[in-house]
C-alpha cells in the first residue's frame, strides 16, 4: 500500500536528484517553548535551495511551530521563546544585529488561510510588498506584478480584473494571490503552512502545480497533513512527533522504506 | 426548531394575559415619550414658525429677546455646526491614535489602565468639566494661547483681528477644545473594537511581506478598521451636537453675529440653558422650543446615520 | 535571465536606502501615538486632581448641613452649605429611579422574553431615539409635561426629566441581561408547569439579577450627573423647603445643577463652593461606576 502512494515518475525523479543543491537554511539545535510548554525541541536540519522540503506529523508535533520559527514569526506573539540558531546561508537570523523585518523579506510566508488585503485591488496587493520597500516606479510596478502572478498560474484569470478588491476572487484564487504577493518580493525562501488544507481540489491541484513549477528558483519549505500531496510534490520530507524531528530523508525513501518505528505507524495512518 | 417557534408553542394560561398588558402599557410610555418629545416641541415653537416662517426663522440672523423682539435661530446653528465639526476635527487623530495604543502597542496591563482612564472621560458630569473649564482652562488658555496670538496679529497682521475676536477666554475655541476631549471616548471605543476584529491572519501576513510595525498597522490594520473609525466618529458627532453644560459655561453667550474665533459664540443647546429659565415672553419661550425642535431633528438624523452606519459595519463583518 | 537579475539589483538598492527611513518612521510613528495617547488622558488626570485639591480644601463641617441662603451669608463668612442640595438630589434621584424601574425593566423583558410581540419593532426604534436624544431636550419634555401643568418648578418634574434620561439605558441593558439568561432555565420552570409569567418573574429575573441591578446602575450614574434637563424643571432653590413635601412639590436643589449656579455666578466663595460639590458630585457618581464593576466581576466569578 505503501508504495502506491508515491507516483512511478515521482520516484524516479527523486532517486535522480541527488542532494547536490546547496542548503540554503539550517537549523542547530532549535527549541521552541510557550511559557512553560514545550513546543519543539532540539531540532537541527538542513534545507536544500531548489528543493521541496514538507513537514509532516500529526496535529500538535510541531511542524508549524518549526515553521514559524524559520522567519522569526513567534516574536509577534508574547511569552515565546526561540533559542538555538537558524542560519540563512550560513549567518544565523537570530542574531544580536540582525532585524527581523529583512528576515521576513528575505523568508516569505503563505498561510492556511488566504489573506488577500480586502481594501486593497488585486494589483495593489500583489504589489504590496514591493510598495512597502519603496518601489515607486509605476512601469516597474507592473511588471513585477505581472511576473509575478504567472508565477502563481492567476494571470490570465485576473488580468483584467487587475482593480477589482482581493476579496472579490474566488478561494483558492485567493490563495494564488496570497504566493503572487509573496514571490513578487523575490524571496529567496517559500515557507507555505499547510497552504491547500482550506481550498477544493481543484484548486489544490493548480497549487501543487505551480509549487513545482517554482521550486527551480526557490527553497520551498511546505507544512502539510496530507501524505499524498507530501509524496506528490516534495523532494524531502521531515517527520515531526511530539516537538521532535524523528526522521528526515529523501520523500521516496522516507515514505517506501522508513526507518523509524514511529514514522511507520504515522504513515500507515496507525495514529494521525 | 428555533426558539422563536418554541415561544409560540407555549400554552397561555391564565395571568399571562394580564402580564403582558402590564408590559404593553409600561413599554408603550416610551414610545409615548418619543412621540410627545416631538409633539411638544413642535406645539410649543409653532407660534414662533408662524411668527417668521420656517425658513424665516431658521435663516434668521437675529436674536434679540430684548429690544427688537426677533428671533432667528442661525446663529446657533451655525455655532452647533462649527462647534460639533470642530470638535470632531480635533478628537479624531487623538483618539484613533489612542485606540491604535491600546490595541497595538501598549502592554495589557497598560492597555486596560488607558481604557478606563478613556472611559472615565466620558463618566465625568459636564458640569464638572464645566467648572474646570471656567477656572483652569479657561485662563489658561487665554494666557498662553490667546492673547499672545492676539498680541502677535495686533503687531503684524492687523487685518487678521477681525477674525481672531477678543481673546476673553471664553468662546467658540475653548469650548469646541473641550467638546473634543468630551467626545474622544466615544471614538476611541468604536475604534478600538474594530481594530481588535482584525482577523490575526492579516497583521500576520502583512508582517510576513517584511513590514514594520507602523507599516502593519498602516496596511492591513486601519484600513480593515475604517467601517468602526467611521462609526465612532458620528457616534462622537451626536454626542457633541447635544452636548450641554460645559459648552454653555465656556461659550461666552454671544447670541449675535458675527462670531470670531476667540470670541464668544453660542450653540442650540447653550441658549436654551442659559435663557429658558428667564424667558417670560411666550414668543420668547417659543422660539427657544422651535430651537429645541431643530435640535431634535438633528440630533435624530445623526442618530439613524450612526445606526445604519453600525448595521452595514456588522453585515460587512458576515 | 539578465532582465530578471537586473530588476532584482534595482530593487535591492531601491529596498536599502528606503530602510533605514522606514524603521526611522516606525519608531517615530511610536512616539507619536504615544504622546497622542498622553495628551488624551492629561486633561481627565489634571482635572481629577484640582477637583480633589480644591474640593477638599472647600469642604467645612457646614458643607452637608447648612443651607445656602443668599450671596451674603457666604460673603460675610456665615454657616453656609449645601445640605438642602444634598438632600433634595437624594429625593429627586430615588424617585426617578422608582418611577423609571417599572418602565425600563417592561421594556426589556418585552423585548427580551417576547421577541415576537408586534409592539416590538416600534419599542426598539423608539428606544434607540429616545437614548440619542440630549438630555436637554428630555428637560424639555418634563417641562411641558409636568412643570406647565402643575404652574410650579418642582422636584417631580425634575424626577421625571431624569428617569427620561434613565429610561432607555435601563430598558437596553435590561434585555441584554435577560436574553443573557440561558434557555434551560426558562425550560425548566415550563416544565414544571409554570405559566409563562410566573416563569419569567420567578425564575428568569433572579436568574439575571446582577445584570440587570448593573445595568440600573450605570443608567443611575449616568442621570445622577446631568444638570441640564434640571434645570426648568426642579429650577433650584437656595433654601430649604418649608415641608418636607416641598422636596417633590416646589423648587429643590440638586447637586448638578448647583454646581452650575455656583461657577457662573460672580462670587468668589460660591466658586470655592462649587468645588467642594464638583468633588461630592465625582465621588458619588464613581461609586456608582465601581459598585457596578464589582458587581461585574462578581457575575464573571459566578458564571
Known amino acids: 500500500m505503501v508504495d502506491e502512494l508515491v507516483a512511478e515518475d515521482t520516484l524516479l525523479q527523486n532517486l535522480t536528484k541527488h542532494e547536490t543543491a546547496p542548503v540554503k537554511l539550517e537549523t542547530r539545535d532549535l527549541s521552541v517553548s510557550y511559557g512553560n510548554n514545550v513546543g519543539l525541541s532540539g531540532v537541527s536540519m538542513q534545507i536544500h535551495d531548489q528543493r521541496v522540503t514538507a513537514l509532516i506529523g500529526p496535529s500538535g508535533c510541531g511542524k508549524s511551530t518549526f515553521l514559524r520559527a524559520l522567519n522569526r514569526m513567534h516574536e509577534l506573539n508574547r511569552g515565546v521563546t526561540v533559542s538555538g540558531r537558524v542560519l540563512l546561508d550560513g549567518k544565523d537570523i537570530y542574531g544580536r544585529d540582525v532585524n527581523p523585518v529583512l528576515v521576513r523579506r528575505r523568508i516569505g510566508m503563505v498561510f492556511q488561510k488566504p489573506t488577500p488585503f480586502p481594501t486593497m485591488s488585486v494589483f495593489d496587493n500583489v504589489v504590496a510588498g514591493l510598495k512597502l520597500q519603496g518601489v515607486k516606479n509605476k512601469k516597474f510596478l507592473s511588471e513585477i506584478c505581472e511576473k509575478a502572478l504567472r508565477q502563481a498560474a492567476l494571470f490570465d484569470e485576473v488580468k483584467d480584473r487587475l482593480n477589482s478588491p482581493g476579496g472579490s476572487l474566488s478561494g483558492g484564487q485567493q490563495q494564488r494571490l496570497s504566493i503572487a504577493r509573496a514571490l513578487a518580493i523575490e524571496p529567496e525562501v517559500l515557507l507555505m503552512d499547510e497552504p491547500t488544507s482550506s481550498l477544493d481540489p481543484i484548486s489544490s491541484m493548480k497549487i501543487e502545480e505551480l509549487i513545482k513549477g517554482l521550486s527551480d528558483e526557490y527553497a520551498i519549505v511546505i507544512v502539510t497533513h496530507n501524505l499524498q500531496q507530501a509524496a506528490r510534490i516534495s523532494d524531502r520530507t521531515a517527520f515531526f512527533y511530539m516537538g521532535r524531528l524523528i526522521e528526515y530523508d529523501s520523500t521516496s525513501d522516507m515514505l517506501t522504506r522508513p526507518s523509524d518505528i514511529r514514522t511507520e505507524n504515522y504513515i500507515t495512518g496507525r495514529f494521525g | 426548531m428555533s426558539d422563536r417557534d418554541f415561544i409560540r408553542a407555549i400554552p397561555v394560561r391564565s395571568g399571562d394575559k394580564l402580564f403582558v398588558r402590564i408590559l404593553e402599557l409600561l413599554a408603550a410610555v416610551i414610545i409615548l415619550l418619543t412621540v410627545g418629545l416631538a409633539i411638544i416641541t413642535l406645539h410649543g415653537g409653532i407660534e414662533a414658525f408662524r411668527e417668521f416662517g420656517l425658513t424665516g426663522f431658521i435663516g434668521g440672523k437675529i436674536w434679540d429677546p430684548g429690544v427688537s423682539k426677533q428671533f432667528g435661530a442661525l446663529p446657533f446653528l451655525v455655532g452647533t455646526a462649527v462647534t460639533s465639526l470642530g470638535a470632531l476635527i480635533i478628537a479624531f487623530f487623538p483618539a484613533v491614535a489612542t485606540a491604535v495604543f491600546i490595541s497595538e502597542y501598549a502592554p495589557e496591563w497598560l492597555a486596560k489602565l488607558v481604557d478606563n482612564l478613556v472611559n472615565l472621560i466620558a463618566a465625568v458630569p459636564s458640569v464638572v468639566i464645566g467648572l474646570w473649564g471656567i477656572f483652569v482652562f479657561v485662563p489658561w488658555m487665554r494666557e498662553a494661547v490667546y492673547q499672545p496670538v492676539f498680541n502677535w496679529a495686533m503687531e503684524h497682521y492687523p487685518s487678521l483681528l477681525p477674525l481672531l475676536g477678543n481673546p476673553v477666554g471664553y468662546g467658540l475655541t475653548s469650548a469646541t477644545i473641550i467638546l473634543a476631549l468630551m467626545i474622544i471616548p466615544f471614538i476611541v471605543a468604536l475604534t478600538k473594537d474594530a481594530i481588535d476584529q482584525v482577523p490575526v491572519e492579516q497583521r500576520e501576513a502583512a508582517y510576513a511581506l517584511g513590514a514594520t510595525r507602523w507599516e502593519v498597522i498602516r496596511m492591513a490594520v486601519l484600513p480593515y478598521s475604517k467601517g468602526g473609525i467611521l462609526a465612532g466618529s458620528i457616534l462622537g458627532l451626536g454626542r457633541a451636537l447635544g452636548e450641554t453644560m460645559a459648552v454653555a459655561m465656556l461659550i461666552g453667550n454671544k447670541n449675535t453675529f458675527p462670531f470670531s474665533l476667540f470670541g464668544p459664540g453660542a450653540t442650540i443647546p447653550s441658549v436654551i440653558i442659559s435663557e429658558f429659565r428667564e424667558a417670560v415672553s411666550s414668543m420668547h419661550l417659543s422660539s427657544l422650543m422651535a430651537i429645541g425642535l431643530l435640535l431634535f431633528v438633528i440630533s435624530m438624523l445623526v442618530n439613524m446615520l450612526a445606526a445604519w452606519m453600525g448595521k452595514k459595519v456588522r453585515n460587512e463583518r458576515a | ?303
Open chain 3, 1 to 303: 535571465m539578465k532582465g530578471h537579475d537586473e530588476m532584482i539589483n534595482e530593487m535591492r538598492k531601491i529596498e536599502e536606502k528606503a530602510f533605514i527611513w522606514r524603521q526611522i518612521r516606525s519608531s517615530a510613528m511610536f512616539v507619536v501615538v504615544t504622546l497622542s495617547t498622553m495628551l488624551v488622558i492629561a486633561p481627565l488626570v489634571i482635572m481629577i486632581g484640582y477637583v480633589i485639591v480644591n474640593g477638599l480644601g472647600a469642604i467645612d463641617a457646614d458643607f452637608f448641613t447648612g443651607e445656602l441662603g443668599s450671596p451674603a451669608r457666604a460673603m460675610a463668612g456665615k454657616e453656609t452649605g449645601l445640605g438642602h442640595t444634598m438632600i433634595g438630589t437624594f429625593v429627586v434621584d430615588t424617585l426617578a429611579l422608582i418611577i423609571s424601574a417599572p418602565i425600563g425593566v417592561a421594556a426589556g423583558i418585552l423585548l427580551s422574553e417576547y421577541p415576537a410581540h408586534r409592539l416590538n419593532p416600534l419599542l426598539r426604534v423608539m428606544n434607540d431615539t429616545l437614548n440619542g436624544m440630549p438630555a436637554i431636550m428630555k428637560g424639555l419634555l418634563a417641562f411641558a409635561l409636568i412643570v406647565r401643568p402643575m404652574g410650579t418648578f418642582s422636584g417631580l418634574s425634575g424626577s421625571v426629566a431624569l428617569a427620561i434620561v434613565m429610561i432607555p439605558i435601563a430598558a437596553r441593558s435590561a434585555e441584554s441581561a435577560l436574553s443573557n439568561v440561558p434557555w434551560a432555565i426558562r425550560e425548566a420552570g415550563l416544565a414544571i408547569g409554570l405559566p409563562r409569567w410566573r416563569v419569567i418573574m420567578s425564575a428568569v429575573m433572579p436568574a439575571a439579577k446582577n445584570g440587570l441591578v448593573t445595568g440600573f446602575l450605570l443608567a443611575f450614574a449616568r442621570a445622577a450627573g446631568e444638570a441640564a434637563p434640571l434645570m426648568f424643571t426642579s429650577f433650584g432653590s437656595n433654601y430649604l423647603p418649608d415641608h418636607w413635601m416641598g422636596f417633590i412639590l416646589s423648587p429643590v436643589d440638586t447637586l448638578p445643577q448647583r454646581l452650575y449656579a455656583l461657577a457662573v455666578s460672580p462670587y468668589k466663595e460660591w466658586h470655592t463652593m462649587g468645588w467642594g460639590a464638583a468633588l461630592v458630585l465625582m465621588v458619588f457618581v464613581a461609586g456608582l461606576f465601581i459598585l457596578a464593576r464589582i458587581l461585574t466581576n462578581k457575575k464573571l466569578q459566578n458564571a
